[in-house]
């Protein structure tokens, strides 16, 4: 068989803390079957230490009367084969989950038997609802949702799956029975693109989503949160170049409604998929059904009035695992664990970053800022500088992860481990940011405009902010230079343009390395906050 598969592999040493467990989580979906083994801790938080992908496309082989065909369910029964022998690496508790095509699939018990009787797996066939739970539950896992109302959605190959719901309570799933690959095949999209078969699928999908749109109305949200392959792909084109952005993190990125609009519009323009795979750079399987995703996404957007969708690498995949936690832990509660916080840790610990010496860091820096945000982001409102005060606060627990690679220029290091990171909860647009408070707390200063050479993509409010919080990092650095915790407090007092410093400290030779550390920072502290510096103790 011809296997497009993708594989990859924690290094990270598997061995178990005790109460945890390692679950495989195999979604059966009508595009490809993915596997994911995660070990998970007491308290529900996992991390993933092995995955794999093999693009089966079920979607494609169901008969005139509704079944799979005799390959579909060999290449099905291969796959599944290949993920019991990932599996057996690792102590796990396997749980295979089937959606769209096998629950449509008139012999789908077939399918189950032959299954289980060559691997011992057990496909467990889910709804519709079901598969919008999971779904969710996999996104709040993976994303800073909070209590905040939130419209998630999951773009399948065969089913799309519209879920509301705040914290742990869903308002309303709608399982919709039209995906990338499904809508592709019945309207004869796969190789070549016609103008009139494209307008008809446009109008089945505003046919079929309208009476879903009518309901959806009602409910509010503040967020809205796209899974899925055709999400992450979409995402991942410069709607400028229509080239796909390479070595960007797809959990947390954000995709605009205009600039879905304009990839939707300049794919409709390719037209065929090897057209859209030689333009773009996606991968031919990819490119057959993108058009179609991206016609129903854009649909969904204008339907529904999102402005802005943030794109999850979580879904269905990391809600098997959670719902599998909770069924072998009954007992236990699902901690409520800030997924950046737990982030943010786990981050620390890989890079073996002194815990202890960067909480003293955190906490001047965070003394800085508490006195300055008033004067220096004053033009933020309320909230937004609290959004602030935790970009700085998780930056400086890392700022320093460079020197695992290298002291020298290791700021420059930071800046690329963090920029290119996984932190979950954070967005990219958060990463980049955090990335330069560390990239810029010491060395050079960054320059009032946006730099185009680091190739980032700041609003000017964005880029000043992020000015004053590496100025607030560059200072809380050099007043913990000694790595002893010997400054108890530093003080801020401004008039008109004149900042005094004062810092606290009990010993006098700590006063006098960390003074000499801080004040040897003056000078650039002066650039980025525009005011001139007095220092003393």
Aim: aromatic content about 4%; charged content about 25%.
């Amino acid at each position: 068989m011809n296997n497009p598969a993708h594989r990859s592999r924690n290094r990270d040493d598997p061995s178990l803390e005790p109460g945890s467990h390692v679950i495989a989580a195999i979604d059966i979906g009508t595009n490809s079957i993915h596997l994911a083994v995660a070990q998970v801790n007491p308290r529900g938080h996992f991390k993933i230490l092995d995955s794999d992908k093999v693009s089966v496309r079920l979607g494609q082989h169901m008969t005139a009367g509704g079944d799979i065909d005799a390959e579909g369910i060999a290449k099905t029964v291969t796959t599944m084969r290949q993920m019991k022998e990932i599996c057996a690496a690792y102590p796990c508790h396997i749980r295979a989950i089937a959606t769209h095509a096998v629950r449509e699939a008139g012999n789908h018990q077939a399918l189950i038997d032959r299954v289980f009787r060559a691997t011992g797996i057990r496909i467990e066939v889910v709804d519709g609802d079901e598969e919008g739970r999971l779904v969710f539950l996999g996104m709040k896992h993976g994303n800073p949702l909070g209590d905040k109302p939130v419209l998630a959605l999951d773009i399948g190959g065969g089913s799309t799956e519209i879920v509301f719901g705040r914290g742990e309570q869903i308002s309303l799933v709608t399982s919709l029975k039209l995906g990338a690959v499904n809508l592709s095949v019945a309207h004869g999209l796969l190789k070549k693109v016609d103008g009139n078969r494209l307008q008809d699928m446009r109008n089945a999908i505003a046919s079929r989503l309208e009476p879903v749109i009518e309901n959806a109305r009602l409910q509010k949200f503040a967020i809205a949160v796209a899974a899925s392959g055709t999400a992450k792909a979409l995402a991942s084109i410069n709607p400028g170049t229509m080239r796909v952005r390479q070595g960007v993190e797809p959990n947390g990125q954000i995709l605009r409604a205009a600039d879905l609009e304009t990839i939707t519009t300049g794919l409709r323009r390719l037209g065929n998929p090897s057209a859209i795979r030689m333009k773009t750079g996606l991968d031919a399987s990819r490119s057959e059904i993108i058009l179609a995703g991206a016609e129903l996404l854009s649909a969904i957007t204008r339907g529904l009035g999102v402005r802005q969708w943030m794109i999850s690498g979580y879904g269905l995949r990391e809600g098997i695992v959670i719902d599998t936690w909770q069924r072998l832990e009954p007992d236990r509660q699902l901690a409520r664990v800030d997924v950046r916080e737990e982030s943010i840790r786990t981050f620390a610990n890989r890079f073996d970053i002194d815990r202890t010496v960067a909480a003293h860091t955190v906490r001047l820096a965070l003394r800085i800022f508490d006195q300055m945000a008033p004067w220096a982001l004053g033009h933020f409102d309320r909230e937004d500088r609290k959004h602030l005060r935790r970009l700085l606060e998780s930056a400086t627990w890392i700022h320093d992860c460079g020197l695992f690679v290298s002291r020298q220029a290791y700021h420059r290091h930071s800046h690329y481990l963090i920029a290119h990171s996984h932190l979950l909860g954070f967005t990219q647009d958060e990463r980049t940011f955090m990335s330069l408070i560390a990239r810029f707390h010491r060395k050079s200063v960054p320059p009032k405009g946006l730099d185009p050479s680091l190739g980032v993509d700041l609003a000017a409010d964005e880029w000043a902010a992020m000015r004053t919080l590496s100025g607030v990092l560059r200072l809380a650095a050099a007043l913990n230079r000694t790595r002893g915790r010997r400054v108890r407090d530093v003080l801020l007092k401004r008039r008109g343009n004149n900042l005094q410093i004062t810092v606290l400290t009990g010993k006098t030779s700590a006063k006098t390395l960390n003074l000499h550390k801080a004040g040897k920072e003056v000078e650039a502290l002066q650039k980025c906050w525009d005011v001139r510096i007095s220092l003393d103790s």
